[in-house]
């Protein structure tokens, strides 16, 4: 009986297999010695390592372009169709928004096409040279932070647009003051900023779009003006300047897309090469570093959507840490169901009209061709087929549980007690209060607490210390951090406990990311970001 208690106690996890196992450690010991010089992006010969995945959110300023230009790249990677373009440019035309059809490759729902403005995450797979990414394209409208946080939750690194044309730049990169001082509206830009940084990205390439319509087009002097204004700013919310790539770009015309022959003398084109030198936008994208995955740590899967299938559960979402496998038994947090695992799918890229969860077709039409890796996929491994890892976005069927038990938020893991998270309401954090903050926060301020998802009301119930950004000794004269503050202000490091009006599933930030790391809203507002040091019982 005793030696049976060991075993429980133990509770091992799932195994890899010993020679898969090897494979992925090797892979993540090589991850953080990657070069992101743009110049050997694409020259990756090693035929002993798996294909790396990357979730990749698009972020940027309403009316940045974003769109249109993931719809660019999605062109020129041949996953969607030139016919299938001009059935849209036809369409489009006929609502008198012409310029919208790239966009409405992501942009499927009709209200988003009929305003022009993107309002939920658009998920698209797709396949490069080098990585298999995951595309999210986010909503650059105030009124939709909400669901550009969800998306940014998901992502490793971002591709963030800036507008190149007079007025646009300066909107999205307005600091939140008006000409009295006092708080005005932030523009996405710096918001979308700091909000990736405090949920996880660290890695920006800065597509500075609509280039072609700066006056004069392709200005040399603009480029650089814009690049320097974000760049400071990136490294200023703790982004480290080798891991940023600015890319002058028109995603409308796809000149800087990608090296497709058939634009190569636009004159665009010459224009701009006249003074740049560097990497096209696929080129940049391809310079990532690939993210250190956590295969070992025990099952985190955040699921994102719920369907019925049979008597089946089918649920969506992304395997945030461990390893998952079809006949695996797991429980649903917070509500503790147990289910069986009897089939897992990972997204992958695909041609024009196919399942989003298989592979692309070589030869679907729509752009030039990218150079194909000799890379592996998981699913050329015999061992690996019909599983999922860390960082995998998957689509799954769950026998043995209701369907109305699941819901966006809920968190898969395996069904050993010591294997899994923590339900609690109370926690501990750090937190970074925005600059620009129209009213101060005090104890028992009440917020709306965003994690990857979700969102809950909460209450901060204790300010436990506080000081100005960069440390107290580098602001405060050699202060340490202030015990028990009154008020939070704009612009300050703090301790906290927070109160949920429910249990959720945390963990600390550094056992688990994505499941440690949250943002404050109030009022519309965003007014901190943060990662959980402690889970309070």
Same mark, same amino acid.
């Given at each position: 009986?005793?030696?049976?208690?060991? #075993?429980?106690?133990?509770?091992?996890?799932?195994?890899?297999?010993?020679?898969?196992?090897?494979?992925?450690?090797?892979?993540?010991?090589?991850?953080?010695?990657?070069?992101?010089?743009?110049?050997n992006a694409t020259n990756?010969?090693?035929?002993?390592?798996?294909?790396?995945?990357?979730?990749? #959110?698009?972020?940027?300023?309403?009316?940045?372009? *974003?769109?249109? &230009?993931?719809?660019?790249?999605?062109?020129? &990677?041949?996953?969607? @169709?030139?016919?299938?373009? /001009?059935?849209?440019?036809?369409?489009?035309?006929?609502?008198?928004? @012409?310029?919208?059809?790239?966009?409405?490759?992501?942009?499927?729902?009709?209200?988003?096409?009929?305003?022009g403005v993107t309002i939920d995450i658009a998920t698209k797979h797709v396949r490069t040279p080098k990585f298999d990414f995951t595309i999210l394209d986010a909503p650059g409208h105030k009124d939709f932070i909400p669901n550009m946080i969800s998306g940014t939750a998901s992502a490793d690194c971002g591709l963030l647009v800036v507008a190149a044309t007079t007025g646009e730049f300066e909107a999205g990169f307005a600091?939140?003051?008006?000409?009295?001082?006092t708080c005005a509206t932030v523009g996405q830009t710096r918001e979308h900023v700091v909000l990736s940084r405090g949920l996880g990205v660290t890695q920006f390439v800065v597509a500075v779009n609509k280039l072609d319509a700066a006056d004069p087009a392709w200005s040399k002097d603009r480029f650089e003006y814009i690049r320097s204004?974000?760049?400071?700013?990136?490294?200023?919310?703790?982004? *480290?300047?080798?891991?940023?790539?600015?890319?002058?770009?028109?995603?409308?015309?796809? #000149?800087?897309?990608?090296?497709d022959e058939a634009t190569e003398d636009q004159e665009g084109w010459k224009t701009l090469r006249k003074w740049y030198k560097g990497p096209t936008l696929l080129e940049a994208l391809d310079g990532f570093t690939p993210a250190k995955r956590e295969f070992e740590k025990p099952l985190r899967t955040i699921v994102t959507d719920v369907s019925s299938e049979g008597k089946n559960a089918t649920v969506r979402g992304r395997v945030v840490q461990g390893f998952v496998r079809a006949g695996d038994g797991i429980v649903v947090l917070p509500v503790g169901d147990e289910a069986t695992v009897v089939r897992v799918e990972r997204g992958k890229?695909?041609?024009?009209?196919?399942?989003?969860?298989?592979?692309?077709?070589?030869?679907?039409?729509?752009?030039? /061709?990218? /150079? /194909?890796?000799?890379? *592996?996929?998981?699913e050329d491994i015999p061992e690996l087929q019909d599983c999922a890892l860390a960082g995998d976005i998957v689509e799954m069927s769950l026998s043995g549980i209701d369907p109305a038990r699941l819901s966006p938020g809920c968190v898969l893991c395996h069904r050993h007690s010591s294997l899994r998270p923590r339900v609690r309401r109370k926690f501990e954090a750090r937190v970074l209060v925005m600059e620009r903050l129209a009213v101060p926060i005090i104890r028992g301020s009440q917020?709306?607490?965003h994690m990857h998802s979700i969102d809950v009301p909460a209450v901060l119930s204790r300010l436990v210390s506080s000081e100005k950004r960069g440390g107290g000794s580098a602001n405060n004269h050699g202060n340490k951090p202030r015990q028990n503050p009154r008020v939070l202000t704009g612009g300050v490091t703090a301790t906290v406990e927070i109160t949920l009006s429910e249990r959720l599933v945390i963990e600390e930030s550094n056992e688990c990311k994505a499941l440690g790391r949250f943002v404050l809203r109030r009022g519309g507002d965003t007014i901190a970001v943060g990662l959980i040091d402690k889970v309070l019982d």
């Amino acid at each position: 009986n005793e030696n049976n208690t060991d #075993v429980e106690k133990q509770a091992p996890i799932p195994n890899i297999p010993p020679n898969i196992l090897a494979v992925l450690r090797s892979l993540n010991s090589n991850r953080g010695n990657n070069n992101s010089n743009h110049n050997n992006a694409t020259n990756n010969t090693n035929t002993n390592i798996i294909r790396s995945h990357l979730s990749l #959110v698009i972020l940027g300023h309403v009316d940045a372009g *974003k769109s249109t &230009l993931t719809g660019r790249l999605l062109l020129a &990677l041949r996953h969607v @169709s030139a016919r299938l373009l /001009q059935k849209y440019k036809k369409a489009s035309s006929a609502i008198g928004k @012409s310029s919208f059809a790239l966009a409405w490759f992501t942009d499927e729902d009709e209200s988003e096409r009929e305003r022009g403005v993107t309002i939920d995450i658009a998920t698209k797979h797709v396949r490069t040279p080098k990585f298999d990414f995951t595309i999210l394209d986010a909503p650059g409208h105030k009124d939709f932070i909400p669901n550009m946080i969800s998306g940014t939750a998901s992502a490793d690194c971002g591709l963030l647009v800036v507008a190149a044309t007079t007025g646009e730049f300066e909107a999205g990169f307005a600091r939140g003051t008006d000409a009295s001082g006092t708080c005005a509206t932030v523009g996405q830009t710096r918001e979308h900023v700091v909000l990736s940084r405090g949920l996880g990205v660290t890695q920006f390439v800065v597509a500075v779009n609509k280039l072609d319509a700066a006056d004069p087009a392709w200005s040399k002097d603009r480029f650089e003006y814009i690049r320097s204004m974000v760049l400071d700013f990136l490294k200023a919310n703790g982004f *480290k300047e080798k891991k940023i790539t600015f890319v002058p770009v028109s995603g409308l015309t796809g #000149v800087n897309v990608s090296r497709d022959e058939a634009t190569e003398d636009q004159e665009g084109w010459k224009t701009l090469r006249k003074w740049y030198k560097g990497p096209t936008l696929l080129e940049a994208l391809d310079g990532f570093t690939p993210a250190k995955r956590e295969f070992e740590k025990p099952l985190r899967t955040i699921v994102t959507d719920v369907s019925s299938e049979g008597k089946n559960a089918t649920v969506r979402g992304r395997v945030v840490q461990g390893f998952v496998r079809a006949g695996d038994g797991i429980v649903v947090l917070p509500v503790g169901d147990e289910a069986t695992v009897v089939r897992v799918e990972r997204g992958k890229a695909v041609k024009e009209g196919a399942s989003p969860y298989s592979f692309a077709s070589p030869n679907n039409g729509g752009g030039s /061709q990218p /150079q /194909q890796s000799t890379e *592996k996929d998981l699913e050329d491994i015999p061992e690996l087929q019909d599983c999922a890892l860390a960082g995998d976005i998957v689509e799954m069927s769950l026998s043995g549980i209701d369907p109305a038990r699941l819901s966006p938020g809920c968190v898969l893991c395996h069904r050993h007690s010591s294997l899994r998270p923590r339900v609690r309401r109370k926690f501990e954090a750090r937190v970074l209060v925005m600059e620009r903050l129209a009213v101060p926060i005090i104890r028992g301020s009440q917020v709306l607490l965003h994690m990857h998802s979700i969102d809950v009301p909460a209450v901060l119930s204790r300010l436990v210390s506080s000081e100005k950004r960069g440390g107290g000794s580098a602001n405060n004269h050699g202060n340490k951090p202030r015990q028990n503050p009154r008020v939070l202000t704009g612009g300050v490091t703090a301790t906290v406990e927070i109160t949920l009006s429910e249990r959720l599933v945390i963990e600390e930030s550094n056992e688990c990311k994505a499941l440690g790391r949250f943002v404050l809203r109030r009022g519309g507002d965003t007014i901190a970001v943060g990662l959980i040091d402690k889970v309070l019982d």
